[in-house]
């Protein structure tokens, strides 16, 4: 190859790398963006639920339309990525991560209009005795999005790694919620009917935050592969774990 032919060589991979960092700060803001949305989507049904608002678990419903329609445009960006611009091996690990993390986001948001749904078929306005229960696993669930997609935008695999052991703290929340609804529905069945189907109802809810929680630490996973070019080590594995820089 000649001087010239080399030079034109260049010049076209360097084009190439500007055209593709600019697919991915656009994939990146959109990916931001639907997270944004999924946990607002996620915080408005848990309210629907708690407060009887049938009008607020209908726009839940129906805004996760906007979720489904998000996952479609990011998948049709990294298509299109894909197709013109031949991405590198470190490319295509960001690619696939992006590709996993969106079914992630779009199914937290299915968690979200499954809690909207029980809302529209609870019957009187009962009071809650897990309402607080139900808050506070619901603002551990948005604390860990944020950081999710916050080491997402940053590719920040250390951030992505702290989320481990808060993934324990959800799932104690709910092993809670059970352990209560087992005592007040077996232990002390004072309540009558009513009161084990308002139970069975905080139950689900906790379950679907549970199971939002668990896509939280999937997400979480996808940036370390992403970063580490590496899989997510087992929770067996993960005692003593340090995670260090990227060469």
Request: negative net charge; charged residues 30%; hydrophobic residues 45%.
């Amino acid at each position: 190859m000649d001087k010239r032919e080399e030079a034109r060589v260049t010049k076209n991979a360097e084009i190439q790398s500007i055209l593709y960092e600019s697919d991915r700060e656009r994939i990146v803001s959109l990916v931001v963006e639907m997270g944004k949305s999924a946990s607002s989507l996620l915080e408005n049904a848990v309210f629907a639920f708690l407060n009887h608002d049938a009008a607020l678990a209908r726009k839940v419903v129906e805004d996760d339309d906007l979720i489904d329609a998000m996952e479609s445009q990011v998948d049709q960006e990294c298509l299109g990525s894909i197709a013109m611009r031949s991405p590198a091996k470190e490319e295509l690990y960001f690619i696939l991560a992006v590709l996993k993390i969106i079914t992630d986001l779009e199914r937290i948001g299915d968690q979200a209009v499954n809690i909207a749904e029980k809302a529209l078929r609870v019957g009187e306005k009962v009071p809650y005795p897990r309402r607080e229960s139900l808050l506070e696993m619901l603002g551990l669930v948005k604390e860990m999005f944020k950081q999710a997609v916050g080491a997402f935008k940053n590719e920040d695999k250390n951030m992505a790694a702290a989320l481990w052991e808060r993934d324990d703290e959800v799932d104690a929340l709910y092993a809670q919620c059970y352990t209560d609804f087992l005592k007040d529905a077996v232990v002390h069945p004072g309540g009558g009917v009513q009161a084990v189907e308002t139970g069975a109802a905080e139950l689900w809810v906790a379950r679907h935050l549970e199971r939002a929680g668990d896509h939280v630490i999937n997400i979480a996973e996808r940036v370390f592969f992403m970063v580490e070019r590496r899989s997510f080590p087992t929770k067996d594995a993960r005692g003593g774990l340090r995670v260090t820089p990227s060469e």
